[in-house]
């Protein structure tokens, strides 16, 4: 029998896997593998930490849209009331048209916001100068990280009774019309101030998704005759379609979502009716008025609907030929 030399031994030692099972092998166990792998779990452990203290953890709220919840009794001693909050939420009057302003909002916002990102991407893409270009992205970013009240503060002074507007409208011989308290302006005054500081922060993806469009495609167009129309109907905006489509079934899960502070902070002096949104309704069942129970019962409404709104749009997405989300 042929004697095995000690180099021959090591060498085959080190090309045979140490991880996992395999034939004949013995599993390495878990706590060998944790160790051995330590430094790449120390990584990942903030991120796991983070959604599970703020993901995760918080879900054990929800049973309070089960209850009569009390703060001061606490989750354990509060009385159950089954689905009382449900029907409370859709036997409440204002609901139907605090349901209407949210949905109506929110799809405002999809006709007039989302491809408003689309359109800026397209701009910027076509620029020619790398050094614009660049410089033209960081302005249009710039608003993204202002918070609303600056936002709102900025626009008071161009659109309120004393601003820009109304001075330029009094030089001319006009009546100055307030278009911040005003009822008829208070919607179109909202999506506007979205357009203005999301738009350009919504351009990145679409400006990477346009940077992945192969150029031979528009060099052999242009050789065909190709206009530059016929290249954006036919090169372009299928090179994107796929992630435009990804987006709005994510934006269809957030319908529900028209933002707290921006209409919190403005709908003071505007008819209620009008104002009036699903997070502003729950700020002033909840906080103002202790339901808090009704308030995450809405909140968990709120979560099914977003969730089956997704479903649904990527299953027709699917059914009309394309990817989806999943």
Do not use: C
């Not at 099972?21 to 390495?28: A, C, D």
């Amino acid at each position: 029998m042929q004697a095995v030399k000690p180099a021959e031994r090591l060498s085959s030692s080190r090309s045979q896997p140490d991880v996992g099972r395999g034939q004949g092998e013995r599993p390495v166990p878990l706590k060998t593998r944790l160790w051995r792998y330590r430094w790449a779990y120390l990584l990942i452990l903030p991120g796991f930490l983070y959604f599970v203290i703020f993901h995760y953890v918080p879900l054990w709220g929800n049973i309070a849209a089960f209850q009569d919840f009390s703060p001061y009794r606490g989750y354990f001693h509060s009385p159950w009331v089954g689905l009382q909050n449900f029907s409370d939420i859709f036997s409440n009057p204002d609901i139907g048209y605090v349901i209407w302003n949210t949905v109506l909002l929110s799809m405002l916002q999809i006709i007039f916001a989302f491809p408003a990102a689309i359109v800026l991407a397209l701009m910027l893409n076509s620029m020619l100068s790398e050094r614009f270009k660049r410089f033209m992205q960081s302005v249009l970013y710039l608003p993204h990280f202002l918070g609303w009240v600056i936002i709102i503060s900025i626009w008071q002074q161009f659109f309120g009774g004393d601003g820009l507007i109304n001075q330029i409208i009094q030089a001319l011989g006009g009546h100055t019309i307030d278009f911040i308290t005003n009822s008829a302006f208070f919607r179109p005054m909202l999506i506007l101030q979205v357009m203005w500081k999301e738009t350009g922060w919504g351009t990145i993806i679409f400006l990477a998704a346009l940077s992945s469009i192969d150029m031979n495609l528009y060099e052999a167009a242009v050789i065909d005759g190709a206009s530059g129309w016929r290249r954006l109907w036919h090169i372009t905006l299928p090179g994107i379609r796929n992630v435009i489509i990804i987006l709005l079934i994510l934006r269809m899960g957030s319908i529900l979502d028209t933002g707290f502070e921006q209409i919190f902070l403005q709908m003071q002096g505007v008819d209620i009716r009008v104002a009036q949104t699903i997070d502003i309704f729950t700020y002033i069942q909840g906080i103002q008025g202790g339901q808090w129970g009704l308030t995450t019962a809405l909140g968990l409404v709120k979560a099914v609907v977003g969730t089956a709104l997704i479903l649904l749009t990527n299953k027709v997405v699917k059914l009309l030929g394309e990817e989806g989300l999943f």
